[in-house]
């Protein structure tokens, strides 16, 4: 342990104190506010917009650099334009890239859930942005809405807290595009509904179930089979009360389910084609991009890079390795859920077993396993395949705070102070930080630059990228608009004098560029050729 490891935790132990100071000053007005759901809604959506705008002076609105954060993107101004695919371009082959498709037109290969929120924001806002932050907001209302059919309304709102802490503003799901709030949100509205109805047997907590079922099937529609199972596990014992809820909630799904349907129609040509499965039919799995007229290879793996991948492989050629890769995968993947719990809960969270003694938080349990194990068939994880459960992991934070409140209240306002400790502490670096893209998924300040120097050149821009034989293909460069023609930068492939040149009569009005991003600044000099 180094000495800045000493100071984080004197800090800590510091924020802790003051906590536990001022805590039993401010219990009677949380517990004031956590009998007014309305009250404690807005002020769980307001906090994290406004903790993130906070932080504007030093971290601006994040700027996508990751592929999938584009192919999202695409998907909003494809909608914008009020299409639900583009038109295969004349000289497609220039502008391929990840995650995009080409033929039979030109679209991302994402559902449409995370891109019609971007959209909304873009459109209403004036920048995609807004939609991410709006997501949040939405997670943690809807967090303690989901939680106030679980416990008690004080618990419910140390839950929303938590939420807010864990995945508000300094959180990678609102510092990209990339989602993850969104479907977690769904999730809240199937969790919470789920006890309701078997309490109550509402038309109304019907229709939210099948709201969240839908936003949710809008966004990851694989998961969503495995969310579908949980539901029907937990209504199974009930499901006399409940038809006629469950029947308003598959007729609030039926349109999604069309949508995407027409979706599929739009962008392969086939209804029952999704665009993810005909780009890995396309380009592989994972996806190779190669070009014979390309003079600099792209797709070279870093020795890392290969070993990592092997760990992510899926399956193997007999049973034995299969069932072999699947569990080396289950094994080396456990250590990526520490996302969904602030380090201090670890002390409370064996205590949630003492709560399976009641079946409804054996299901609790059972839940999250499902979708892990289901996600797991998937060549690599990220956080948002599991953002479905998200407010499960905090029901299992929050319970087995209740029950460590039981066997020592002293150690679980211990405990709920260090969670408060360590997000003041964290927000405040951020607050202190000369470093404009440390909440980023990663550094964009090559693409700013980049970007920078295209809008100081007047009138329209054609930019070749060039990449160097020792091309990490992670990289990518090569993304645009959905109205390619019509975009201001297009951004294509240098695949050699020859084919180039056809794509400069092609754009005649355009000044031409050569970027080269693998030099260190990326250099951006006027296009002379070979």
């Known amino acids: 342990m180094g000495v800045g490891d000493l100071i984080e935790l004197g800090l800590a132990a510091l924020f802790a104190a003051v906590a536990l100071v001022w805590r039993p000053w401010l ?3 949380a517990a004031r ?20 705008l906070a932080l504007l002076s030093r971290h601006p609105a994040p700027v996508p650099d990751i592929y999938d954060e584009f192919s999202h993107l695409l998907v909003a101004d494809t909608l914008r334009h009020f299409r639900l695919a583009n038109p295969a371009h004349p000289f497609h082959r220039f502008f391929e890239t990840f995650f995009v498709l080409q033929e039979p037109t030109y679209s991302s290969i994402y559902p449409v859930g995370q891109g019609l929120a971007l959209a909304l924001g873009w459109m209403i806002f004036g920048t995609p942005w807004a939609a991410v932050a709006i997501s949040v907001a939405a997670l943690g209302a809807l967090c303690y809405w989901m939680l ?8 419910a709102l140390a839950g929303g807290m938590l939420a807010v802490m864990e995945f508000g503003p300094l959180n990678q799901w609102m510092n990209g595009y990339w989602g993850g709030a969104l479907p977690a949100a769904a999730g809240c509205l199937v969790f919470g509904a789920l006890p309701r109805l078997r309490r109550g047997a509402r038309l109304r907590d019907g229709v939210l179930l099948g709201a969240g079922l839908a936003i949710h099937l809008l966004t990851r529609p694989y998961e969503s089979v495995y969310l579908a199972l949980c539901v029907m596990l937990f209504l199974l014992p009930a499901w006399r009360r409940v038809t006629r809820p469950v029947l308003a909630a598959a007729f609030v799904v039926l349109p999604a389910i069309c949508f995407t349907l027409l979706q599929n129609k739009q962008v392969t040509g086939s209804c029952t084609t999704l665009p993810y499965a005909l780009s890995q039919y396309q380009y592989g799995v994972p996806a190779a991009l190669t070009f014979e007229a390309n003079p600099a290879p792209h797709r070279e793996l870093t020795r890392e890079q290969e070993l990592d991948y092997k760990m992510q492989v899926s399956f193997r050629g007999d049973r034995a390795e299969t069932i072999g890769s699947y569990l080396l995968r289950m094994a080396y993947r456990i250590r990526y859920y520490r996302f969904f719990f602030m380090p201090p809960l670890y002390v409370a969270l ?46 299992i934070g929050v319970t087995g705070l209740e029950q460590l409140n039981r066997f020592s209240e002293l150690a679980a306002r211990i405990v709920v102070s260090l969670c408060i400790a360590q997000f003041a502490f964290e927000y405040g670096l951020h607050a202190l930080s000369n470093d404009p893209w440390s909440l980023e998924l990663r550094n964009p300040e090559r693409r700013v630059a980049v970007n920078r120097q295209l809008a100081q050149a007047p009138g329209k821009q054609l930019v070749f990228v060039r990449y160097w034989p020792r091309h990490i293909f992670q990289d990518e460069w090569v993304y645009n608009a959905a109205d390619i023609d019509g975009a201001r930068v297009v951004w294509a492939r240098d695949l050699g004098a020859a084919e180039d040149e056809k794509l400069r009569r092609y754009y005649p009005d355009r000044a031409v ?11 951006l000099t006027p296009y002379a050729g070979q």
């Open 27 to 29: 219990e009677p007005y």
């Open 148 to 155: 106030r059919g679980w416990t008690t309304p004080g618990w």
């Open 33 to 52: 506010l956590a009998q007014k759901p309305v009250w404690s809604m807005l002020l769980l959506a307001a906090l994290p917009v406004a903790l993130r």
């Open 350 to 395: 064996p205590f949630f077993f003492a709560a399976l003694r009641r079946p409804r938080f054996v299901w609790v349990m059972v839940c999250p396993l499902i979708f892990a194990l289901g996600v797991n068939f998937f060549p690599a994880f990220q956080y948002h395949y599991m953002a479905g459960v998200t407010c499960l992991f905090v029901l």
């Open 513 to 523: 560029w050569l970027l080269e991003p693998d030099a260190r600044p990326p250099r």
